[in-house]
């Protein structure tokens, strides 16, 4: 009984702090994700139009998997290892129960010494041993019901402990599958996103800003250098759609900061 | 032309840093997730016989993740990290490129204002002027051929980098959409695991144990204490296929080191 108690304090101790730091890597790696975020969007800005669209739906859909991963942090934290920290509470009134049996079980044993001697020093002192004889059956009763108690404490705790490791577990696979799945989910979009790109218009407008802008021709007065024309593109739906989807994720990732500093330390917020 | 180089050097700078610290950051969390792989199945020795082979199960499915996460570090060190650290040494021959043009540039200029100050100082000299005249034709001949690479080179240049960033962002978007489709199929698998387990048996199992192991009856000589009976099970079957597939998942283990081992540190070597 006692070793089921010490073993499930040992592995319990472990899963918890294993399952903490498996949270906080994965918050680690949501934000070197962000960073790349912010690199990315910053960089669409400096692309072609074509680039620039692509980009910044890519990093929409990058942004996302966070958002995503930010929830599978959360609910790592209070599904996984909240209830494995709340064990150790457990296992403390547990261990008080057995500390209290042992103590009633000394005391049996005390009084079982103490009427042996009695039987071989003064076996014709009736009164004495019946006396002892009374002790050892109180001593006895005590321990049957301690005993009773206990195994009952323990029974109770071992049941407990099968069916929150059966549900922290089956919680943990869950957050993890959710997550997985929507990751799955949001990098189909992106890879679509990604493939349909083609470089060309950007490469034309490449061109015409490499002929048009680098002022390369004031240097070259004795050679013909008319200015080449500047491929025209509207800058009109595409452009504006992605500033509009970039701001509502502005607002998704101020509403996760709230979120995050409800969480505390322990989960590495967002920057 | 400069900037877009500049800006090249920067922003895939940026992302090769990021990328790598994102795949460091997932090898922490293999590394985290291999731990606990580690101290579940050393607990799962100390349990009954029905939550031995669900953990044993459990962990198997929990270490192959792992095994896929690997393959992920492994794939984004191959197919992004690596391709941007390239990166540097196609930006340094351009940047050479650019500077060869600009001292051509220079040239020009200073033959041009040598003209002009001629023109203005010895307005009659005509074989001075005629001189001068024909250098500058020369520095504007050389002038626009190498103006003429520089732009081929550049134009090259940037051809590729929206080629290769389209490539490395859709071979990152694969690696992760592979790894996170594994896991989902894995995660599943565990989940039904880990419903399908009932403490019921293991419970009967304790409670043998309990009330046959323990030793408390000696204490209690004056009360009734037959030993339980120990509930039987056949530590057949079940028990022995758990062995030999943990076995085989710890030779997978040992081959995963050696593929580690070539990784190099960057990634974070298992242990």
Same sequence: chains 1, 2.
Avoid at 30 to 54: H, I
Avoid at 151 to 165: G, H, I, P, S, Y
Avoid at 202 to 213: C, E, I, S, V
Wanted: hydrophobic letters at 30%.
């Amino acid at each position: 009984m006692d070793s089921t108690v010490t073993n499930a304090e040992k592995y319990f101790g472990q899963f918890c702090s294993l399952l903490a730091a498996y949270t906080r890597k994965t918050a680690r790696l949501r934000d070197k994700a962000d960073q790349l975020v912010k690199q990315l969007a910053d960089f669409a800005n400096t692309e072609g139009p074509e680039m620039r669209a692509t980009v910044r739906d890519f990093v929409e859909d990058l942004a996302q998997v966070q958002d995503y991963r930010q929830a599978e942090v959360e609910r790592l934290e209070t599904k996984v290892v909240m209830p494995l920290k709340l064990y150790g509470a457990q296992i403390k009134q547990t261990r008080a129960e057995i500390k209290k049996f042992k103590r009633v079980q000394k005391n049996e044993i005390k009084q079982l010494e103490k009427l042996e001697k009695l039987r071989r020093k003064s076996p014709s002192d009736r009164q004495m041993i019946s006396q002892a004889e009374t002790n050892v059956q109180r001593a006895s009763v005590d321990t049957g019901r301690t005993t009773h108690q206990l195994e009952e404490t323990v029974d109770a705790f071992q049941r407990q402990k099968l069916r929150d490791l059966q549900r922290i577990f089956s919680d943990f696979v869950t957050i993890e599958m959710v997550f997985h799945a929507k990751a799955v989910e949001v990098y189909s979009r992106a890879f679509q996103t990604l493939e349909k790109y083609s470089p060309e218009r950007d490469l034309q407008d490449f061109r015409a800003k490499m002929h048009g802008g680098s002022g390369h021709h004031l240097a070259r007065p004795l050679l013909d250098a008319s200015p080449s024309p500047c491929v025209p593109w509207p800058p009109g739906s595409q452009g504006a759609q992605s500033t509009v989807r970039s701001q509502r994720h502005e607002d998704e990732q101020s509403g996760d900061s709230v979120e995050e500093d409800l969480g505390g330390q322990e989960q590495g917020p967002r920057h």
